[in-house]
């Protein structure tokens, strides 16, 4: 179960050049480093979901039209069709 609010994460042995990229990039866009380490974070795991939806979608539209039902099933009617 996933606790509600927020939590602390600690991440140790970072090498300081990632440390200095992580501060550059946040300078850019005009936030702290500990925002744009959450952020980075959120969109990394966030794009892991988004991407199995389109790839979902896509299979959805390229299978549109097919033969749907339980897989047990449809090996049963193809064995029995021999």
Avoid: Y
Avoid at 7 to 27: C, G, S, W
């Amino acid at each position: 179960m996933i606790a509600s609010g927020m939590a602390q994460l600690l991440v140790r042995d970072i090498p300081e050049a990632l440390v200095l990229a992580l501060k550059e990039r946040a300078a850019a866009h005009g936030r702290s480093a500990e925002a744009e380490h959450r952020l980075i974070l959120e969109e990394a795991l966030r794009s892991g979901r988004n991407e199995f939806r389109e790839r979902a979608g896509r299979l959805r539209a390229q299978t549109a039209g097919r033969i749907q039902g339980e897989s047990a099933d449809l090996i049963r009617e193809d064995r029995d069709a021999r």
